[in-house]
């Protein structure tokens, strides 16, 4: 498990730190920013684990997939700039970035809907080790409740609301099929859960206050196959695009008949 408290020291980075503990945790952080620094904090904790402990932006960009300019301008919103010359603090800016994005405590979680889906989310070990503790599975089976799921017995969704209350849930994660995702969510914001993670094939309607997170794996190889298809047109427009190429047009008292002579010719 990563540690995410505040590091003892950080390389000369005293003022960018002093800033942002007066600051508290910043306002106004962009959407597109807030959705790329879960990648820098992966791209962090390998620099950390391999020894790392101060990167160029440049370096930090590569290992997150982006341009260096735009991880400058996404980490000044958390008001740490770097050295020049030196780099970003990698320890230092774990902090940072978690703190942010509230890994700093732990976040209890339920899980409704223990099929294939919910098991393997349940199974996962990534989500302990950047904060979240799945607290409770639910589902409305008869054969699956009261079986053990990754140390946990799944429980009735009948329970949620109580499962919420003690557990003091904080995000709900629906696995469920679409014809009863909104049901369950409505009874999470009911029970006071305001961050929802959707795996259900559906748009879920949520009161303002609740935020929904929404994955959809057969959405996303939608878009793969038609990046994959673009790829394929292209290939098969080079290769066609090479024979004609690699055609002389005959000579013409001694001379390259011109292309289009040789079309309208052949026409």
């Known amino acids: 498990m990563h540690n995410n408290a505040m590091p003892s020291g950080s390389n000369g980075q005293v003022a960018a730190r002093d800033q942002a503990e007066a600051n508290g945790r910043p306002d106004g952080i962009p959407e597109a920013t807030v959705a790329r620094l879960p990648v820098y904090l992966r ?44 780099g970003y603090d990698v320890d230092y800016l774990v902090y940072q970035v978690s703190r942010t994005l509230g890994l700093t405590q732990d976040w209890p979680v339920v899980i409704v809907g223990a099929g294939n889906l919910g098991r393997a989310l349940a199974n996962y070990g990534g989500f302990v080790s950047r904060g979240f503790t799945i607290s409770a599975m639910l589902d409305s089976d008869p054969t699956i409740v009261g079986s053990r799921i990754a140390r946990l017995t799944v429980r009735h969704v009948d329970e949620l609301e109580g499962v919420v209350l003690r557990h003091k849930v904080s995000i709900g994660v629906i696995a469920t099929p679409a014809g009863s995702a909104q049901a369950v969510c409505d009874r999470l914001v009911a029970a ?14 949520v009161p303002e206050g609740v935020d929904v997170r929404k994955v959809d794996l057969s959405i996303e190889l939608q878009i793969l196959a038609f990046h994959a298809q673009r790829r394929s047109e292209s290939r098969s427009a080079d290769r066609a695009g090479g024979r004609v190429r690699g055609v002389r047009p005959p000579a013409v008292n001694g001379r390259p008949r011109p292309a289009a002579q040789e079309l309208a010719a052949q026409g």
Do not use: Q, W
């Open 43 to 86: 791209a962090l904790y390998g620099l950390a684990e391999r020894g790392v402990s101060t990167v160029a932006s440049e370096a930090l960009a590569a290992a997150a997939g982006v341009n260096s300019a735009k991880l400058r301008k996404d980490l000044s919103h958390l008001g740490s700039y770097g050295i020049r010359g030196v």
């Open 192 to 205: 006071g859960v305001t961050s929802i993670l959707n795996f259900a094939p559906l748009v879920l309607s």
